[in-house]
């Protein structure tokens, strides 16, 4: 399966607005209309915060927004709270119906 | 509200097999594909099976194909995980996800997840 580059972590103050990458290719990415994004706390059941590359579920924050362009996905977290500081993947669906995860992004919050 | 509870990990030798088990409830189960995503400590999500609404459609990772079965029972409203020959690499908490649709495209809801550690 394809792998997806994400950087290792990303900080920021609160308040602030931080945007984390997800970098693909045409087979993934840039070819699919299926790109999330999950939250998760270590020993917490990780949560959909954006579906669709853009969706927001319902109870989702509207802190939290997602795009596309081309090969590369990103997350925006805007007024930036403590809660936010987590892990943070981004998934895209590939051929046959497989997803495949970033690596996974840590959010810290200064 | 969604709930899924994962149950049947442990600690298990090299090459034995363990079955794990997820109970659903608070949705129409047959109406969405699931999947099993694991996690190995200190590492990032890895998608491991996914078994359409119906079961006729498995799909598996290249890492467990051959040895890892996913399968159905929509009258218990429960996914398993049957995982032989297991390696030590296959250490990892297990989750349980539910698809948004019935064939597979993404996850949204996730259950807690077992801890399965495979170990001499």
């Known amino acids: 399966q394809s792998a997806l580059t994400q950087p290792a972590s990303v900080s920021g103050s609160p308040g602030q607005s931080i945007t984390i990458s997800c970098t693909g290719t045409?087979?993934?990415?840039?070819?699919?209309?299926?790109v999330s994004w999950f939250q998760h706390h270590p020993g917490r059941a990780p949560k959909l915060m954006i579906y669709?590359?853009?969706n927001r579920p319902s109870g989702i924050s509207n802190r939290f927004s997602g795009s596309k362009s081309g090969n590369t996905a990103s997350l925006t977290i805007s007024g930036l709270q403590a809660e936010d500081e987590a892990d943070y993947y981004c998934?895209?669906?590939?051929?046959?119906?497989?997803?495949?995860f970033g690596p996974g992004t840590k959010v810290t919050v200064l | 509200q969604v709930q899924l509870v994962e149950s049947g990990g442990g600690v298990v030798q090299p090459g034995r097999s363990l079955r794990l088990s997820c109970a659903a409830s608070?949705?129409?189960?047959?109406?969405?594909?699931m999947h099993w995503v694991r996690q190995a400590p200190g590492k990032g999500l890895e998608w491991v099976a996914l078994?359409?609404?119906?079961?006729?459609?498995?799909y598996y990772a290249d890492s467990v194909k051959g040895r890892f079965t996913i399968s159905r029972d929509n009258s218990k409203n429960a996914v398993y995980l049957q995982m032989n020959s297991l390696r030590a690499e296959d250490t990892a908490v297990f989750y349980c996800a539910r698809d948004r649709t019935r064939r597979g495209t993404e996850a949204d809801y996730w259950g807690q997840g077992t801890l399965v550690t495979v170990s001499s």
């Open positions: 078994i359409s609404y119906d079961g006729n459609n498995k």
């Open positions: 669709d590359v853009s």
């Open positions: 998934s895209s669906h590939i051929s046959n119906s497989i997803p495949v």
């Open positions: 608070g949705f129409t189960f047959i109406n969405y594909a």
């Open positions: 045409s087979s993934d990415i840039g070819g699919s209309d299926y």
